[in-house]
């Protein structure tokens, strides 16, 4: 689901009985707001033990109470928030850490394996996440099929 500000709701913006073509379609959902100069607010619903919960909550969109209100100005005294710009690249390696795992076939990941996918991407550059997701890839592709 995305947030309109202008309306103040939700709407949807897939949906399906499998979780990666929706992370897919929301991906690009995402681009192309993006690229439109919007910033989007997306939360991603799934059924978990019998009930729909929120089961990607994504770590730099706001609540759409926040987003309603102006937001104030992150001080440059106050080096424990982190600027807009390192937010996006801690998405981005985030995002493609995460979709190396799903083509290695790891799709629901537990809260230890969540833990350890932002150790990693908090301590490693873009250009060696991305190579360690083309390992990922790679080591995908060339293993035999399961059954």
């Known amino acids: 689901m995305f947030y309109e500000p202008s309306s103040a709701s939700w709407r949807v913006g897939a949906e399906s009985p499998y979780r990666v073509p929706v992370q897919y ?13 919007r910033d989007p607010v997306m939360a991603l619903w799934g059924p978990r033990d019998g009930a729909w919960q929120r089961i990607d909550a994504p770590a730099a969109a706001p609540a759409p109470e926040a987003a309603a209100a102006p937001a104030a100005e992150p001080s440059s005294a106050d080096p424990a928030q982190p600027s807009k710009l390192t937010e996006r690249l801690t998405d981005r390696r985030h995002q493609v850490l995460l979709a190396a795992l799903h083509r290695a076939g790891l799709y629901d990941l537990a809260p230890d394996d969540e833990a350890a996918v932002r150790e ?11 190579r360690a997701a083309h390992w990922l890839t790679l080591a995908a592709n060339q293993s035999p099929p399961v059954g």
């Open 25 to 37: 379609a929301m991906g690009e959902m995402t681009q192309t707001l993006r690229a439109r100069g």
């Open 120 to 130: 990693v991407v908090d301590r490693l550059d873009e250009t060696t996440v991305r």
